[in-house]
């Protein structure tokens, strides 16, 4: 799994920080699954044009963005033991804690950016601090 931030629009304002983008067959596959509650201010990316949240405990916020990292479709707090969402033109979905989205303007059309942080491992539950601070401690 890769770490990095995820901003949106043309100011890049800061989305997800941390965000984990997955690599490899089962990351994507697992997705959420089986793992700590992913705290707010963070996002974990799946390549992929849809997902389900069987087997979830609590909803999330879901981003289904295209190729170009263009937004397709939000949806706030998806509720947990659903199928979908799909997207056709799809080919990633952020998903982040329920009530992420609430202080982002995030709609169809935006454009989203991910930006890798090599050799920065940050954990899922860790609190969120100053980027500099991660990678010096690195």
Do not use: C, N
Request: aromatic share 10%.
């Amino acid at each position: 799994m890769k770490t990095g931030v995820l901003t949106v629009g043309e100011q890049a304002d800061v989305l997800a920080d941390p965000a984990w983008f997955t690599t490899g067959i089962w990351e994507p596959a697992r997705g959420l699954l089986f793992r700590a509650r992913i705290r707010p201010g963070a996002a974990l990316i799946i390549r992929t044009s849809g997902v389900h949240t069987w087997g979830m405990t609590y909803p999330l916020d879901l981003i289904l963005v295209d190729r170009h990292w263009s937004v397709l479709s939000v949806y706030e707090s998806w509720a947990p033991w659903r199928i979908g969402p799909q997207h056709r033109r799809a080919r990633y979905v952020v998903e982040m804690a329920p009530e992420s989205l609430a202080s982002h303007e995030v709609a169809p059309g935006m454009h989203l950016q991910w930006e890798e942080l090599r050799g920065v491992e940050v954990a899922w539950t860790a609190p969120l601090g100053d980027r500099a601070e991660r990678q010096d401690a690195t």
